[in-house]
């Protein structure tokens, strides 16, 4: 059984260049509007995400929605053991593959070749299983020679699409998509659609966060309504999409 636990969940980030006309303008703010704290050594910090508490089981397919700066990537790195919590606890139980950042954990100063292990291992795939893990990325991604040369010399769409072909190549229990995840160039798309499909499809829980309520609707039945780093509104999708929209309307 695959699960997502959060029990009171916090992030903070700390903010390194202060300018003490904007700190006071910041602090001088409503405490209940204002994601800016100081921390216990006063030291600025804005607070990513607030109190989150969120239960995901086997068979969910949850939309996040929210507007920029809600906390949505925020939240998708949790769930992907990228940011632990500064607060609270999270328990994962399942294979997690997070699309995420494109090129999230590819390392510039070595060939497309190497960084399929590196980031193999990183995701958790076995030693045994990357020999032919590998040979599958290097077949879908299409880079011929070029996964050969270091990274930092490629071109945005030919880092697109070994970022892709890695993410993709496990098979995750847990499936974590964070906006539209671009796939390079048009003769690319088809192929990476499909796949895209068929992960989805597998995965026994879906969290996608988008800004776009028909595109979830697409894939997903539940909703998650983030605001301000916290929970506003969780449950079936189309009563969480239209608690969003209308609070769209009030601010507008």
């Known amino acids: 059984m695959s699960s997502i636990v959060m029990e009171n969940v ?17 602090l001088s703010a409503p405490l209940a509007t204002s994601r800016f704290r100081l921390d216990d050594r ?14 995901l089981k086997d068979g969910d397919r949850v939309g996040v929605i929210g507007l920029n700066g809600a906390g949505k990537s925020t939240l998708m790195r ?12 999270v328990e994962v139980k399942g294979r997690v593959g997070a699309l995420l950042t494109v090129g999230l954990g590819l390392r510039d100063d070595v060939s497309g070749y190497k960084n399929i292990d590196f980031c ?6 076995s030693v045994d299983e990357i020999p032919e893990k590998r ?12 996964i050969h040369l270091h990274v930092g010399a490629y071109s945005t769409g030919m880092r697109t699409r070994l970022a892709f072909a890695i993410a993709t190549a496990i098979d995750p229990e847990i499936l974590v998509l964070d906006e539209v995840f671009g796939a390079g160039d048009a003769t690319f798309l088809k ?20 800004h776009a309520p028909g595109l979830l609707e697409q894939f997903c039945d539940k909703g998650l309504f983030l605001d301000g780093g916290a929970i506003k509104a969780f449950g079936d999708l189309r009563e969480v999409t239209e608690a969003y929209e209308e609070a769209i309307r009030d601010r507008t």
């Open 10 to 26: 916090f992030i903070d980030f700390p903010i390194l260049q202060q300018d003490q006309r904007s700190l006071k303008r910041i």
């Open 191 to 210: 192929k990476a659609h499909d796949r895209m499909h068929d992960l989805i499809h597998k995965a026994r829980i879906f969290v996608f966060a988008s």
């Open 42 to 55: 006063s030291k600025m910090i804005v607070r990513g995400l607030r109190d989150i508490n969120l239960n």
């Open 120 to 125: 193999l291992l990183l995701f958790g795939v």
């Open 135 to 146: 040979e599958e990325i290097v077949e879908f991604a299409e880079l011929g020679d070029f």
């Open 78 to 89: 949790v769930m992907a053991g990228i940011y632990p919590p500064t607060s609270g606890s």
